[in-house]
């Protein structure tokens, strides 16, 4: 690289974020927006984009804060969305994925059921972050989901599950951590790298037919490590790095899914890949 673009790299790192900050806020957008936000449940999908669109929140997340962006953001281009809570524990309000994944599974599958039913759609897209990009991986495989669903498109999935930054392999260094952490916080230990709820959902391949899979990582993520373990391998697959969409794109595992617009613009294109537009920097203005 010469030297005076090893000096501008800074400044264009500064511009993006600058318009980030200034691109339409999710307020502004829900205000524009064709209904009155998101799970609205007398919204109608439109030919343009006849399906709804599921949003499944990541570990401590809910159904609103996970997706105070990206919801109004898909809410303003025509979509109908909707967002659940899933993987509550006893005495724990607000903070939710942290129950047993095939469990939340069994709650993304009444919900789904539900949005179906309200908009009378014979299929529903998925958008999820984190877990929440890996969990309904388990809806799919085992509890016949893929009849009911087009697309999953991840935000840093944990779909090959997490060490943690190497964190989780010195576990068995310390007694009894691993069966405290199973037992308070099931969630949590299913999204262990080589967990048997990992081995399980994965064993016979990641993904099942019928189904358009795309994943888009960050290589800065610090939750899912190492990053490229977020991919999938099969057919209708499409895997992504974040940064060879806008390299000066320096979102980590949480802001993928809470701020990115570059991010949110690539998974928009995996629900229309008929009308989809080339990711870029500029994708932050869109």
Known sequence: MLPWRRLLRPLAVL????AALVAPTGAAQAAAAPSSGWNNWSCKPSAAHPRPVVL?????GNSWDNWLGLAPYLVHRGYCVYSLDYGQLPGVPLFNGL???DKSAGQLDVFVDKVLAATGSAKTDIIGHSQGGMMPRYYLKFLGGAQKVNALVGLAPDNHGTTLLG???LLPYFPGAEDLISTATPGLADQIAGSAFQQKLNEGGDTVPGVKYTVIATKYDEVVTPYRSAFLDGPNVRNVVLQDLCFLDLSEHVAIGL???IAWHEAANALDP????RTTCASVFD
């Open 15 to 18: 511009t993006l974020t600058a």
């Open 56 to 60: 499944v929140h990541g570990t401590f």
């Open 99 to 101: 129950g047993p994944i």
């Open 167 to 169: 964190f989780t392999k």
């Open 259 to 261: 701020t990115d617009r």
């Open 274 to 277: 008929a009308n989809a537009e």
